[in-house]
């Protein structure tokens, strides 16, 4: 009797393959919300993301301490360089870029914590198949959680502690795999250099680009 065997394994177990960790897509262009446990930082940001030039451009629109920023900036971490850009004058500020860039991915060492439907599964459309993974932060300061869909390793959302902060929260949506406007992930032609240049020591790590600097 191999037949029913074979049908009940495809049925189930066959199927139900476990996730594995993940890279995603080395091209994004999205939105993502960060926010703290400590109510101090709240911002939107509109997000490109060239994991293959690690080129990151944020265009952020938020709450610090309760005061309103807006933050333009672009990482190029091959070249260890930032560049805060200010669109309305046509200026922008060069300094070192002092982080490592880390592709957006759940590193092999994670732990499954489960794959859930976020929404419903009643429905056609109604519900996002994701896998919920947790491990411990590169420098062993904290622990992080990340969510990500079970098609495509597309980031839902990612959460790390924090001594500062608390809990870190970024909700990642309305992704597109690909760079819509690849112009974005370049120096802007007021950026070069003797033009508008300044140069800055003060090193900067990741989490500050979501802090009003002025
Ligand atoms: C922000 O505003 C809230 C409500 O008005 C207030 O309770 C809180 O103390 C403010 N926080 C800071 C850092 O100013
Ligand atoms: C351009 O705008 C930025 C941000 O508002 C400001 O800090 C900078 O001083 C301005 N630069 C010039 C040359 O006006």
Known sequence: MRLPVLLTCLLAACLAEAPHPCESPPLLTGALTVSTQNEKLLTYAKYLYDALGRRVRLLELGTYENKTFTYDVLLHYREATMYEIHAHNRTCKKMPLKVEFHPLSIPKGATLLGQVVVG?????????????????????????????????????????????YGWVLTSFFDNVIGIEDPNLLNVPSFCSEGEGKEEQTEPVDFFSLFQNKK
């Open 120 to 164: 419903s599964s009643s429905g056609p459309g109604q519900g996002l198949l994701v896998n919920s993974w947790m491990g411990d932060l590169p420098d062993k300061s904290g622990k992080y959680l990340s969510v990500v869909t079970e098609f495509g390793c597309i980031p839902v959302s990612s959460t790390y502690q924090t001594k500062e």
